[in-house]
């Protein structure tokens, strides 16, 4: 009985955690309200509101997490698409020149941040996955005294130091 | 006349090949420091040790893929001379390492970057393994010991750069 009962919680807590875990946002359809945004896949990161009363909802699955969701919402606060954004689509749009703001609206939140010991620098990291499988990091170098994007550097994560994942 | 300005570009090719690569491989053991320096320069750092042993370390630059360690005998005759840019000095790093100690054995790295949130800083070094390859120690910043180590492919990216320059 008691083992049953027991049993029967770790179950109920693994699925609470797995669906905490990976929220679903292919199952937010075009022209669901931001209400039902909220309740599929919680509060925003981050907000950007645009001149014409449109929002983009920003989701950063890291620093575990190898995906980050953007959802934009029309000014009739309706879904118009929801695009993971730490792809190989969006990453190819970094140019020279960007400042931190264009970085940070095309591909959302770093994982981390850090700083060139030598030639004033900020980079900026994501961990991504290429064609489903790839383990990649993504760093993005910016001048800091101009703001900057200075350098555009992709690795892919080497498997014998997997364990560092 | 044509012929004759031919040779000359061929001896002044002859004479700027050594200068450009300095060559190790005609280092021999038993080389006294003066020979060193005639053939490969001075050093970028020099290591002495209590027995009045040293070792000379001769990283390449920046672009460079091969750092050169010229060992010497307490009578500063030449020991031995070694490429610690390989697997073979890489995997001698372990977690708790100092950063002379990670310098003695794999030389000066190539960039330095630090990461504050995680209070970590990483020593970057490119290198050659079959793909264009970056090695990485990552110290705990703080407490000055390494953490771990990450090997990441250089990507090589659609406008024909490379993934970190």
């Avoid at chain 2, 990283?59 to 307490?74: E, I, S």
């Avoid at chain 2, 030389?107 to 264009?132: F, L, M, S």
Wanted: charged share 25%; hydrophobic share 40%; with cysteine.
């Amino acid at each position: 009985m008691n083992t049953t009962f027991s049993r029967a919680v770790l179950l109920l807590f693994h699925v609470l955690l797995f669906t905490a875990g990976c929220a679903s946002f292919s199952a937010i359809n075009p022209g669901a309200s931001a209400q039902q945004v909220e309740a599929l896949v919680g509060a925003p990161a981050n907000v950007w509101k645009n001149a014409d009363g449109s929002e983009v909802w920003e989701y950063p699955r890291g620093p575990l997490g190898v995906e980050t969701y953007m959802v934009s919402l029309g000014s009739d606060r309706a879904v118009r698409e929801v695009r993971q954004v730490l792809s190989d689509e969006y990453i190819s749009k970094l140019h020279v020149g960007m400042s931190r703001d264009e970085v940070r609206r095309l591909l959302g939140r770093p994982r981390d941040i850090g700083f060139s010991g030598s030639n004033d620098e900020e980079i900026w990291s994501w961990r991504y996955r290429e064609w489903g499988t790839r383990n990649m990091e993504l760093y993005v170098q910016f001048d800091r005294p101009t703001g900057a994007l200075k350098k555009i550097s992709r690795f892919q994560i080497d498997a014998s130091d997997g364990k560092r994942q | 006349m044509i012929a004759a300005f031919h040779r000359a570009a061929a001896v002044l090719a002859l004479a700027v090949l050594p200068a450009a690569c300095a060559n190790f491989s005609a280092l021999s053991p038993g080389d006294s420091a003066q020979d060193v320096e005639a053939r490969v320069g001075a050093p970028g750092a020099v290591w002495k040790n209590a027995d009045g042993s040293e070792v000379w370390e001769y990283p390449q630059g920046f672009y460079a893929v091969q750092t050169f360690m010229v060992a010497f005998d307490p009578k500063h005759a030449v020991r031995e001379v070694r490429q610690v840019l390989n697997e073979a000095y890489f995997s001698r790093i372990q977690p708790g390492m100092s950063r002379e100690d990670v310098r003695r054995l794999i030389g000066k790295p190539r960039e330095i970057w630090y990461y504050p949130a995680r209070d970590e800083e990483t020593w970057t070094w490119r290198y050659y393994d079959i793909n264009y390859k970056f090695f990485n120690v990552l110290f705990d910043r703080s407490g000055g010991t390494v953490r771990t180590t990450l090997r990441l492919d250089e990507v090589l990216l659609p406008n024909g750069d490379r993934g970190r320059h």
